[in-house]
């Protein structure tokens, strides 16, 4: 039976271990993980660009990206794999509202440069390594 000041010691002993253990795994997840899974490396003036454009026209107020946002809208973390820059563009670029499947989106009327770097932004979304999520649906053949 522990006494009451070794029982203290016994706690303040393990949560400094355990804090120190925490530290460590978080330093290196940030440090060595995080850059491998985002491929830091892609990241251009465009693609900040394009991050830029995706926050002042508040995206995220209708869709979702990496699992954040609203769920208005379709969720588009992988959606230059599932639609391309062609689709992508003209949904950016049109200047009537874009409403697939009768739901509207804004007309952003973006500029071609505009429309680009967004599609930089979402393409660069799309390589982030979230292990297998969001997953692919199953297509019946």
């Known amino acids: 039976m522990l006494s009451k000041s070794q029982a203290r010691a ?17 330093w290196n997840s940030l440090s060595n993980e995080v850059p491998k899974r985002t491929h830091e490396e892609n990241l251009s003036p465009q693609v900040i660009h394009g991050k830029e454009i995706w926050e002042s026209n508040n995206c995220m107020g209708c869709h979702t990206i990496l699992g954040e946002g609203a769920y208005y809208a379709p ?45 930089a932004f979402l393409k660069w979304i799309g390589e982030v390594d979230l292990n297998g999520f969001p997953p692919k649906p199953q297509y019946k053949k």
Not at 95 to 100: L, R
């Open 10 to 26: 016994f706690f303040l002993g393990g949560t400094i271990v355990t804090f120190g253990i925490f530290l460590g795994l978080s």
């Open 75 to 119: 969720e588009l973390t992988k959606v230059y794999d599932r639609r391309g820059e062609g689709y992508i563009k003209a949904a950016l670029m049109s200047k009537t509202p874009w409403s697939p499947r009768g739901r509207q989106m804004v007309a952003y009327a973006m500029t071609e440069q505009d429309a680009n770097d967004v599609v």
